[in-house]
């Protein structure tokens, strides 16, 4: 029985490697449509080189395209517009460093991939109608110098030389994923590399390579947070050596591509329940064929063990037979399908795998947990103490003591000493472990954040007069009595006597002009209170009976003010805070009974916010910043109006950034016109009648706020 499985297994294997009849078919009937076909695949071994001659219908202008994968070590030639006509899509060489070749063909285009045991260095050259291949192992000059001869011996041509290679650059990125790649841009893409992990780290040899001075360095890679946190860049002798350093569970893919090679390291997530662990699919074993007619159950899986080096455990429940034929499967899938075929599960630990049919597996389970749950109800209780350094423990106290928590056991107890701020818990010793991480997690310092709101006001005024005024006046005595005065405008000047003489009590006719001026200024008839801007032109007679007087009046003023307030507050992440300037009014206030008393009414400048620090670095704030500002010169019953300008936002800002949250543009024109009726209104004699007035008024208020999340050196200055 044991010989038949043998045999069954290594025919199954075999079957890996050789194509169906249909398959071979195709591959045939594609070669014969393409333009360009293999006819013809030889290998050598001379010198220590390894040569691989592929003999193509006819001949290429140049050599084929080609990339490196690293880790499993092989190397691909591309051929486009060409067939395979070997016969065949894989070949076992088992030569040196060459195990085998798969020649694939995919439409009309070829490849040819050399799987190696390791990364060898290679060169390609097209002789007539063949594509000659030299792997060439990294030695000693002089196995490099027979090594040249033997090639060219084998390919009929000049031998090839190789220069010094060296690398040009070492870079690190973060993959979209996650990832840590090392890009290393070399000079030349037939440079030897080995890569091979030694302990926790990864150790890439670059073979007879050398690396300029400012490339030889440590690199500290952690604040990328991928699995590598260091990297070291030397040179040893010939070679230069990187070594990589990851942490925590992770695998590795390396490759090639013309000067550029990449080292590319993945975080995994261990499964204890997934036979092998990585993250590129959910089977991720080494293939296998499987051919088998009507086989035990337990033979199969004593076959899978020899294949994988598990420990496989089988109960004695396992029975009964199957047929399978399975071809290139992951072994883990292999298994997979075998255990629900028969109705089986499955449980690993470390490297042993116990199998069983599912119904006994989740009673054995069930039975345990049951045993666990008794042991709990009788394990003896623990006390501990819990230091709270930056929570209250007051709060913790209350989350613990409410009916819905979950960290404490139906036998849990939690007392709260609030001078001390600590906690007193007793529970079994799951539990606490449970609570001392919870407790590790939350109770950690607040980061502070500090505010800073900039509120600007801008005023800017403008005021134009423009009038023109005319008076007449006549003071001669008529027959009306003592005396009369006619006239118009501002035209009086002085007081006069019964008989039309000038009162002598009076000062000088052109002190009394400018005092009129003065006194029609502040008359409210649209003149400014100065005389600035106002020009007056006066005649009269010898004897001053009779006045003509003209003022002309033009004044214009500008204004520009601007205010500036930036309160400041520091505050703790998710704490609100709150700081004001200002004044308080007092009023009186009555009562229904009809007493009096004293209330204030608060005109201040205050920002509130309560900001709240994201994952990814930026804050989220909640804002009110208020400015009043009480009007003493509109008072009403000496109780001041408040003019009050109040923002209230919540906005999503960078650390350090600054925002406008909010704005308030005022613009006001008036003009005033004063004319005396009906000759203010004539054209052009009515501007001798008539004054005007034009006022514009601008104002602005803009509030910027500017947070910034407190680092530990950072201090207020």
């Given at each position: 029985?044991?010989?038949?499985i043998?045999?069954?297994l290594?025919a199954?294997l075999?079957?890996?490697l ?8 195709q ?10 076909r ?5 290998v ?9 001659r ?7 202008a ?12 092989r ?58 291949i ?22 009929e ?57 400012h ?30 350093t990851?942490n ?43 051919n088998f ?6 033979s ?22 199957l ?18 075929a ?10 042993v ?36 350094n ?46 001392r ?44 009595g ?6 118009f ?18 000062t ?11 006194e ?16 007056n032109l006066t005649l ?7 006045f ?20 400041r ?14 004044t308080?009014i007092?009023?009186?206030e ?35 910043v ?25 906005v ?26 009906v000759?203010g209104?004539?054209?052009v ?5 008539r ?27």
């Amino acid at each position: 029985m044991r010989n038949r499985i043998g045999t069954l297994l290594l025919a199954a294997l075999t079957a890996v490697l050789t194509p169906g009849a249909s398959a071979l078919a195709q591959s045939t009937e594609q070669a014969q449509s393409a333009g360009n076909r293999i006819e013809a695949m030889e290998v050598a071994e001379q010198g220590g080189s390894i040569f691989v001659r592929l003999t193509l219908k006819d001949p290429l202008a140049a050599p084929p395209a080609s990339f490196s994968v690293a880790n499993p070590a092989r190397i691909a030639f591309d051929f486009p517009s060409t067939g395979n006509a070997l016969g065949r899509s894989v070949q076992v060489i088992e030569q040196g460093d060459l195990r085998s070749a798969n020649i694939v063909q995919a439409g009309d285009r070829t490849r040819v991939v050399l799987n190696l045991v390791k990364m060898t260095p290679y060169e390609t050259r097209v002789d007539g109608r063949s594509v000659v291949i030299a792997l060439t192992p990294v030695s000693t000059n002089a196995v490099s110098t027979s090594v040249s001869q033997a090639y060219a011996n084998f390919a009929e041509a000049k031998p090839v030389v190789a220069g010094g290679t060296s690398i040009r650059d070492i870079n690190f990125r973060r993959g979209k994923d996650g990832e840590g790649r090392v890009l290393v841009q070399l000079s030349s893409p037939e440079t030897g590399i080995d890569i091979r992990q030694q302990g926790g780290n990864l150790v890439v040899e670059f073979l007879k390579t050398a690396l300029p001075e400012h490339l030889r360095r440590k690199s500290d890679v952690t604040d990328f947070a991928t699995p590598i946190t260091g990297m070291v860049a030397q040179q040893q002798g010939d070679n230069v050596r990187l070594v990589v350093t990851p942490n925590g569970l992770w695998e590795h893919n390396a490759y090639q591509s013309d000067d550029q090679f990449v080292l590319e390291v993945k975080r995994v997530i261990e499964d204890p329940n997934k036979l092998v662990q990585g993250s590129r699919g959910r089977y991720e074993g080494e293939k296998l064929s499987l051919n088998f007619q009507n086989i035990d159950v337990r033979s199969v899986l004593q076959v899978i063990a020899d294949f994988t080096n598990f420990n496989i455990i089988t109960s004695d429940s396992v029975q009964g037979s199957l047929t399978l034929r399975l071809k290139d499967v992951p072994w883990d899938q292999a298994l997979d399908i075998i255990l629900q075929a028969k109705g089986l599960d499955m449980r690993k630990n470390g490297n042993v795998i116990w199998i069983a049919p599912g119904d006994e597996l989740a009673a054995r389970e069930k039975l345990q947990l049951e045993a666990k749950a008794q042991i709990n109800d009788l394990e003896p209780l623990v006390t501990e103490s819990f230091q709270i350094n930056y929570h209250k423990a007051k709060e913790i106290f209350d989350f613990l003591k409410s009916k819905d928590q979950t960290m404490l056991s139906k036998r849990g107890s939690v007392v709260v000493d609030d001078r001390s701020n600590k906690l007193f818990v007793t529970d079994v010793a799951a539990r606490l472990t449970s609570l001392r991480r919870l407790v590790t997690e939350i109770d950690v310092a607040p980061r502070q954040v500090l505010i800073e709101a900039r509120i600007v006001e801008a005023n800017k005024t403008f005021a134009r007069d423009l009038g023109v005024r005319l008076g007449y006046g006549d003071a001669k005595n008529r027959s009306l009595g003592g005396g009369a005065k006619l006239g118009f405008g501002s035209s009086e000047f002085a007081s006069y006597n019964a008989d039309g003489t000038i009162n002598t009590s009076e000062t000088a006719p052109l002190n009394g002009v400018l005092r009129r001026i003065g006194e029609s200024a502040t008359s409210g008839e649209g003149f400014g209170k100065t005389g600035f801007g106002v020009m007056n032109l006066t005649l009269f007679n010898s004897s001053l009976t009779r006045f003509l007087n003209l003022e002309l009046q033009a004044l214009e003023s500008d204004g520009r003010g601007r205010v500036v307030s930036s309160p400041r507050v520091l505050t703790a992440n998710q704490v609100e805070a709150r700081i004001e300037q200002g004044t308080e009014i007092p009023y009186l206030e009555a009562s229904s009974s009809g007493a009096t008393s004293v209330s204030f009414k608060k005109a201040v400048l205050s920002l509130k916010v309560k900001p709240q620090i994201t994952p990814d670095g930026r804050l989220q704030l909640s804002i009110e910043v208020n400015k009043d500002r009480p009007l003493y010169e509109n008072a009403l019953a000496n109780i001041p109006p408040i003019e009050t300008k109040n923002v209230k936002s919540e906005v999503l800002i960078e650390n350090g950034g600054t925002v406008v949250i909010g704005g308030i543009y005022e613009e006001e024109d008036t003009t005033n016109i004063d004319r005396v009726p009906v000759l203010g209104e004539l054209p052009v004699v009515g501007a001798l009648f008539r004054t005007t007035s034009k006022v514009a008024n601008r104002k602005e208020l803009l509030v910027f706020i500017t947070p910034r999340i407190v680092s530990d050196a950072l201090t207020l200055r």
